[in-house]
């Protein structure tokens, strides 16, 4: 191989290991989030303060075994607009939670979550999670949590026949819930985003997002949330239900007791 060859080669590769950590990084970052009741007010400022991005309409549907398995352990498995999202539960802090009691301020009213959109790295930590379940032999019973099952069977009907689901049927996941929502999104200087909710089983909620690599610093984005609130005049230390938690709460009710009992939700 001559100089100038190796030259070339070494440089690519640098560039293709660079750009594929890049994406990488951006497939299993750290969402941040505070969800609030949005006023004209609010939307007022907003309007003012930030960058409207645009309105769209998209489809959720979320997965998870007949018995809960993966939302009781705060796994949460969606599809949206074809594309599957994996939200994982940063452990250090649920611990923390759990440990310390109720949680006060912006570590209350802000959520956590790991979030995995490359599709190989959803597989391995999927097994990773329903393995140590079988390991374990951690398994729920009808007495003990509400199961997915309705008049048609587990799941919605017809949501595991589509060749995309062969996958998630192979590990025993099911659909248990789908609607669609039309979103209004907003961004701000800062990097914040800021999205204006409508479900379409009835309910409206606004979320505060920040996005960050892991290993970034997340009293910055806990600060940026906050800054970004006061702005919108969003005031109160009471969380705000999110539109799957309203879903279950009105579908799934014996269910989204048990996450609440712990500490889930």
Not at 123 to 142: S, Y
Not at 176 to 186: H, K, L
Request: proline residues 3%; charged residues 25%; glycine residues 6%.
């Amino acid at each position: 191989m001559s100089f100038e060859v190796y030259i070339f080669t070494s440089i690519y590769r640098e560039i293709y290991f660079t750009t594929l950590a890049s994406e990488r990084e951006r497939e299993m970052s750290i969402e941040v989030e505070r969800k609030f009741v949005g006023d004209a007010n609010s939307l007022k400022i907003l309007e003012a303060i930030g960058v409207f991005a645009g309105q769209y309409q998209f489809q959720d549907r979320y997965f998870d075994t007949p018995q809960f398995d993966l939302t009781l352990r705060d796994f949460w498995l969606r599809q949206r607009k074809g594309c599957w999202e994996l939200k994982c539960p940063l452990a250090p802090v649920k611990e923390a939670r759990k440990s310390q009691g109720e949680p006060s301020g912006a570590d209350k009213l802000c959520t956590r979550y790991q979030e995995i959109t490359n599709v190989p790295d959803i597989h391995l930590k999927l097994k990773e999670v329903l393995k140590r379940l079988v390991k374990n032999e951690k398994t729920l019973t009808t007495e003990s949590c509400q199961t997915l099952i309705n008049h048609d069977g587990l799941g919605i009907p017809g949501m595991n026949n589509t060749p995309d689901m062969f996958w998630a049927s192979a590990m025993n996941l099911v659909c248990f819930a789908e609607f669609t929502t039309i979103r209004r999104t907003f961004t701000l200087d800062d990097g914040v985003h800021i999205d204006l909710d409508e479900a379409d089983f009835g309910y409206s909620v606004g979320e505060i997002e920040v996005l960050m690599p892991e290993g970034g610093d997340m009293q910055a984005a806990l600060d940026k949330i906050e800054r970004t609130a006061k702005k919108l005049g969003v005031t109160g230390d009471q969380g705000v239900d999110g539109k799957l938690s309203v879903y279950l709460q009105r579908n799934y009710p014996a269910h989204h007791a048990r996450l609440l009992s712990q500490h889930i939700l």
